[in-house]
């Protein structure tokens, strides 16, 4: 607990500062921030609908190019300056530069993203509640779709599965960040990775598995449309929960003897082995009962429901499943939360009671916007979205890469390598001098300048 024992520089901020407390803490409590309802809800309908592995390898170059450049540096310069996102760039960067611009837009996207992923979560509990009663025991989608519209279509269900959520996460924030969110992800992640792997022999053993495994595996590349290569980047920096100041916030409780680069590799693989689980639980299911891959977002609410209703034993799979999503989840709203709450305390000196609270209200507010965007909500559209569907858009595919090209921008062109050499070789701890030159030339050039290319092309400024 005692590892950040540098003196803190902003006035407001007095007490001794939480943290994670050992190295596999810090993975674990990052992978569980990474780790998510992406894996379970949207990897699997995005490789559905962009066709399979083709999506898989522009999406891992993405990660692998894009993804882990941001990731450390978020970690580093959170790290460095010990405090939450907005405050760390105010530390870090020279004097009457906005960069804390990039930590404000990050703390809007905490609560954008959170928007719509805990109506998501809420909709999870209440099938948790629906396969546990035997109800959900259908092969016929026709069936599921009314069961999911009956969910989404009742404006107070969505609300209070929504404050559920919120209520359960405030007090796990409230705890503190070794005692709350470190002590609940160190439970939550192994048993995630046990259920996970129950749902996935079950699926693989069925007979004819093969096809759903190789969709998975053999790339067609005529599918790999302009649209599809902006997905699978904005999935990247959506999975790996970057681009908006949760690696920052995350980073500032790290120990200093955390090896960054180690580390952040060994979450981004930890979350692509989830992704391809999550896939392998789903996909072979999905062709052996012949239903089509390609559902889009309700593929977890709508077909998975019939598939597994399908098997032998089905109701208890899917009972494991449904609370499997909700296990993952937790430790990624966990890590959105922390945000504006460490911007408060650290930033305003607010107590972690007071900033939990008021992050809870906030929540629960714009919160409503998603929850009641099937409903009572269901005639406001902006640009021809309605606020789920825009809350999730915008941050997946604006929001979060153009924060992460500002932190390469920033890493990359204003921190320069003097510093960054210091800060990922902790101050000369680590022998890694050609990892640092690696990421350097990755953040500086490679991660921006792709980044820039698919954003315009996205936005159909360019045409690639
Ligand atoms: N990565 C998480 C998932 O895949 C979601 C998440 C948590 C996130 N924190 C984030 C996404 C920060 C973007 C930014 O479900």
Not at 107 to 126: N, P, R, T
Not at 151 to 171: E, R
Not at 347 to 354: A, L, V
Request: proline share 4%; charged share 10%; glycine share 10%.
């Amino acid at each position: 607990m005692e590892s950040n024992k540098q003196p803190l520089k902003t006035p407001l901020q007095k007490a001794a500062r939480d943290g994670f407390t050992t190295g596999l803490g810090v993975i674990l409590v990052t992978m569980g921030s990474a780790v998510g309802l992406g894996n379970i809800w949207k990897f699997p309908y995005m490789v559905g609908a962009f066709g399979g592995a083709a999506f898989i390898i522009v999406y891992l170059i993405s990660t692998l190019l894009v993804g882990l450049p941001v990731m450390i540096s978020e970690h580093m310069l959170g790290r460095t300056a010990k405090a939450d996102a907005i405050t760390t760039l105010q530390k870090l960067a020279p004097k009457k530069q906005p960069w804390w611009l990039i930590g404000a837009s990050g703390v809007l996207a905490a609560f954008v993203i959170m928007a719509f992923y805990s109506e998501v979560i809420g909709w999870v509990l209440a099938y948790i509640v629906k396969a546990a009663s035997g109800s959900l025991l259908t092969t016929d989608p026709n069936v599921t779709g009314a069961a999911f519209a009956q969910v989404i279509g009742n404006p107070w269900l969505s609300l209070i599965v929504q404050w559920i959520v919120i209520i359960y996460v405030s007090v796990i924030i409230l705890a503190g960040v070794s005692k709350g969110i470190e002590a609940a992800v160190k439970k939550l992640m192994p048993a995630l990775l046990i259920m996970l792997l129950i749902v996935c022999i079950r699926s693989l053993t069925l007979p004819g598995a093969g096809e759903g495994v190789a969709f998975l595996f053999e790339p067609d590349f005529s599918k790999l449309t302009g649209a599809a290569i902006m997905t699978a980047l904005g999935l990247a920096f959506f999975k790996l929960s970057i681009g908006m100041g949760t690696m920052i916030t995350y980073g500032s409780y790290f120990r200093d003897d955390q090896d960054i680069p180690i580390s952040a590799t060994k979450v981004m693989l930890g979350d692509l082995g989830v992704s391809l689980l999550a896939g392998l639980a789903i996909f072979p299911a999905v062709f052996v009962y012949g239903v089509q891959p390609d559902a889009g977002p309700s593929l977890l609410f709508i077909t998975i429901p019939t598939v597994f209703a399908s098997m032998p034993a089905g109701n208890i799979f899917m009972l494991i499943f449904f609370v499997l999503s909700a296990v993952a989840a937790t430790g990624a709203i966990l890590s959105l939360f922390e945000v504006p709450v460490a911007f408060l305390s650290d930033h305003y000196g607010m107590s972690r009671k007071k900033a939990t609270l008021s992050t809870a209200i906030a929540l629960a507010l714009v919160g409503s916007l998603a929850a009641l965007s099937s409903n009572v909500l269901s005639g406001v559209s902006i640009f021809g979205l309605n606020f789920f569907d825009l809350f999730d858009y915008v941050s997946q595919n604006i929001l979060l890469p153009v924060g992460g090209l500002f932190i390469c921008i920033f890493v990359g062109w204003v921190w320069g390598f003097g510093k960054i050499k210091d800060a990922l070789s902790n101050k000369g701890d680590l022998q890694n001098s050609g990892i640092i030159r690696v990421f350097f030339f990755l953040v500086r050039w490679v991660s921006p300048i792709l980044i820039l290319v698919i954003l315009l092309s996205g936005l159909g400024v360019i045409k690639i």
